[in-house]
């Protein structure tokens, strides 16, 4: 995120912040005065400064794990030189607070950019507007699906900040200059099987467990609202939800080495991935790749297919269940009414034992 940060840094955020929040500005002024004050009242306490044990002995630590090469707006930029409004504000462009609102603001329009843009291919391009006639599709589906959408993202980029700032101030293993040091471009192909292989099984077990049927009914049934979908119900979460199933993307660059391009990409990848795997278009029937039949499924038949990228978690976890062959028929009116019938009869089965017998959705036809 430090490559991001520090464009829009140069070109917006540098400026706005020492024009809003400058360096010796009214609220400059009041935070010196506030500060002085305590530390005066404080002066005869010398403990008062100092981090309670606990604290100091995790900072220690934490120390130990931090890169202080890779803390943002501490070391030189990479692509663009510092203009001169980046030392005229209170927040520099280390400041935590700083980091946070502007990654919130950048994050969250980039993602609804991102989301828009990609369910509108999709709707426009691939999307079997057939659906819209299945018995189980909802009244005013898709503006449900975009409100629901629109307003979690904002609280997904809230609760995903926190890593992007470890990131930044260098406790994280992404590095940017691609030499043997590195090991070169040998392992920035690597990187990508290894971070489909890391996130796959972490979201697996993730996914199991928002299906606990306490956890389900709290944080998952939001995004199982849509029993078919359409690609704007891809980022249609709950925002615990969404964060709770993004965890693996984030811990990846903690634990293991990752180019900040590759970061880059991956995270624009992973995004079209959700979006592609609810557009209700059936290319392959795929034994390995955990494409948008076997995701179907799982909108349809709640327990089954749980996986993002391929099907090895849910074929070794037991939860693997095979796309139908009607999924891939070219069908006629009559035919399609018939497979959504069966489709809906087995659904309701397996609803009402998740959900129980009563059903808050509003579906186009009646039940």
């Known amino acids: 995120m430090d490559l991001v940060l520090e464009i829009t840094d140069h070109f917006v955020f540098d400026k706005l912040y020492a024009e809003y929040l400058p360096k010796n500005g009214l609220v400059a002024n009041w935070v010196n005065d506030k500060l002085q004050n305590e530390l005066l009242a404080n002066a005869t306490t010398v403990a008062s400064s100092a981090l309670p044990a606990p604290l100091q002995l995790l900072s220690n630590i934490a120390g130990k794990f931090q890169r202080t090469d890779e803390i943002y707006g501490q070391v030189p930029t990479k692509f663009l030189p510092v203009t001169e409004y980046a030392t005229q504000s209170l927040l520099g462009r280390s400041n935590v607070l700083r980091e946070f609102i502007s990654l919130m603001i950048i994050t969250t329009i ?30 005013n589906q898709m503006r449900l699906e975009v409100w629901r959408a629109v307003s979690a993202i904002p609280w997904m980029v809230m609760l995903t900040t926190p890593f992007f700032l470890m990131e930044l101030h260098g406790f994280s293993k992404l590095y940017f200059d691609v030499n043997e040091s590195t090991g070169g471009w040998k392992h920035i192909a690597i990187q990508f099987p290894m971070f489909i292989f890391f996130t796959d099984c972490g979201i697996y077990f993730i996914h199991r467990f928002l299906h606990w049927p306490a956890v389900y009914k709290a944080l998952h049934k939001p995004h199982h609202k849509w029993i078919v979908c359409t690609p704007f119900a891809s980022h ?3 925002p615990v939800d969404g964060w709770f199933q993004s965890l693996p993307y984030h811990l990846y660059p903690l634990i293991l080495p990752l180019n900040k391009v590759s970061y880059l990409v991956l995270f624009v990848f992973v995004n ?56 891939f028929a070219k069908t006629n009116k009559n035919q399609d ?13 397996i609803r009402g034992e998740l959900e129980g017998k009563s059903d808050d959705r509003v579906y186009i036809t009646s039940k």
């Open 110 to 139: 980039f993602g609804w950019i991102l989301y828009f843009a990609a369910a509108s291919l999709a709707y426009v391009t691939v999307f079997d507007k057939k659906i819209f006639n299945h018995p189980r599709y909802l009244k």
């Open 236 to 238: 249609a979460f709950h």
């Open 272 to 327: 079209f991935w959700t979006v592609m795997i609810h557009d209700g278009s059936y290319w392959s029937n795929d034994p390995v790749v955990n494409g948008t039949a076997c995701h179907t499924v799982h909108h349809l038949y709640f327990n089954y297919n749980y996986g993002q990228f391929t099907t090895l978690w849910d074929r070794l976890g037991g939860s693997y269940r095979r796309p139908d062959d009607s999924f």
């Open 337 to 349: 009414a018939k497979i959504w019938k069966d489709q809906t009869c087995q659904m309701e089965a």
